[in-house]
């Protein structure tokens, strides 16, 4: 198994934070329940979920995030026992192996989010934000933990119904929730946020791409900003394909992301978007120079 410097979980850590950062981070997607919409994310077993790992840290992945579940529209969330079945030895066997791997855990329960922050998580990808486990704040506090922060009205399996896509200014409405979120999570001592748009959840196509066209403007919330396209519905409905059809969109996509202010990407295809981070990289380093 490749060996990661003991330094490295410290310094991806830091990198989330940096106030001038240099390069955007890849989030790594391993979804564990066979549901996923995108079936190429989901390792037939231990050992495959292994060697995904070692060939995406080799290509640079910074982090990894471990989901249980799918939280496509109109899916159920499971209970936190039956994710945990699921999670754990999967998690267990990552901590093991990789343990200086900064690992996030998709999860919108407490339970689930303790019970793998002592297996050595260290972020929490909650797509309620906090809002479906209001005791997920204090789990998050408790150990100083990371908090994903993403947008969403409603769960999955309602957040695509007429009164949960209805914005009267869709930019504003988010920035306004993530202003008065994050104030009311830092009373709670959760002062370590990312903020997540939240593409494809209560948003229409339109809407996908008013987002992502002004993503500059969440610069204003003075927090990491993550954004989840990889492969998503906004892309394979405009070509009229499907997930397994649509990289060269997600490539795009993420590129226009990273030039404009976002800090990490998460995505299904790492190799890929190290290659494309590593041509940025250049484009940078040179204009830098004159």
Sequence with gaps: MTKIPQSLKQAVLQAIFDPEPRLPLVMGIMNLDPNSFYKASIPIHEKDALDKIEKWIQSGMSILDIGAFTSRPGSKIPKSDDEL??????LKAISKEFPELVVSIDTV??????????SGAEIINDISGGLMDPKMAEIISQDQKILVLMHMRGSPENMQSKENINYENILTEIIDYFINRVETLRKKAVTKIIIDPGFGFSKTLTDNYKILSNLSLFKILDAPLMVGLSRKSMFW?????SA???LPATLTANTFAILNGCRIIRVHDVDEHMQSIRVIQNCQNELRQI
Aim: contains cysteine; negative net charge.
């Design 85 to 90: 079945r699921t999670l754990l030895p999967c």
């Design 109 to 118: 329960h407490s339970d689930t989010a303790k019970a793998c922050i002592e």
């Design 237 to 241: 409905k405009i070509e009229q394909t």
């Design 244 to 246: 397994e059809q649509v």
